[in-house]
């Protein structure tokens, strides 16, 4: 059974650092063809993929936030870490970790989420 | 970046009809798109992979089609459970998601 959970500050300022945790069971990121990724959801609003980490290391990130954002892993220990800098109000969203594999490609499990809210 | 633009953004339904929603994508991503359902303060739920493969445990009146940038995700005959909001995704060129269509009960 795959699951997956996300932890980390609840209230960050502005300015400050991110740093969200995906603790996951069920697969080891170390299976060929496996994924983690990070996708946001502000309040009443659409989905935004984030960035992705695969088995081999490779790692992928929206565009838009690719200079704020960093996603490592550590397979011993069966957790995906993302960092985002300079965060904003406008970065106040609940945030899932997700699984995939290149057999669907899609998201099929993921985390209950975490709201952040960036607040002074 | 590849954008999916959903239609329409809310769909006013009653139990038992049919539902009928769409989502366009901004250049061809073949078969590359997944379909989620998301209910009020829930983690989306994947229903639907490859544009029309039903995931295991998904009622069938579920039902994907479309290939290229013109996609379709049908509900058959709508249940009680069934009213929520639905995403698309597609995983041709990263991940891009569109902006939902809200299921409601008309």
């Known amino acids: 059974q795959i699951t997956l959970k996300e932890s980390g500050p609840t209230l960050v300022k502005p300015t400050q650092t991110l740093t969200l945790t995906c603790t996951f069971s069920?697969?080891?990121?170390?299976?060929?063809?496996?994924?983690v990724g990070w996708i946001r959801q502000p309040p009443g609003e659409a989905l935004q993929w984030l960035t992705d980490i695969y088995w081999n290391d490779n790692k992928k990130y929206s565009p838009s936030l690719r200079s704020r954002l960093t996603i490592t892993k550590d397979t011993s220990k069966n957790q995906v870490v993302l960092t985002m800098t300079s965060m904003d109000p406008v970065d106040t969203a609940t945030y899932y970790c997700?699984?995939?594999?290149?057999?669907?490609?899609?998201?099929?499990?993921w985390g209950q989420g975490i709201l952040v809210t960036v607040s002074s | 970046e590849i954008v999916l633009t959903q239609s329409p953004g809310t769909l006013s339904l009653s139990p038992g009809e049919r539902a009928t929603l769409s989502c366009r994508a901004s250049?061809?991503?073949?078969?590359?798109l997944a379909w989620y359902q998301q209910k009020l303060d829930q983690a989306p739920r994947l229903l639907i992979f490859g544009a029309s493969k039903r995931v295991t445990g998904i009622p069938d009146r579920f039902s994907g089609s479309g290939s290229g940038t013109d996609f379709t995700l049908t509900i058959s005959r709508l249940e009680p459970e069934d009213f929520a909001v639905y995403h698309c995704?597609?995983?041709?060129?990263?991940?891009?998601f569109g902006r939902g269509t809200k299921v409601e009960i008309k």
């Open positions: 997700a699984y995939s594999n290149i057999l669907t490609g899609s998201f099929d499990y």
């Open positions: 069920g697969f080891s990121l170390n299976t060929g063809g496996v994924t």
């Open positions: 995704q597609q995983y041709a060129d990263s991940a891009t």
């Open positions: 250049q061809s991503i073949r078969s590359n």
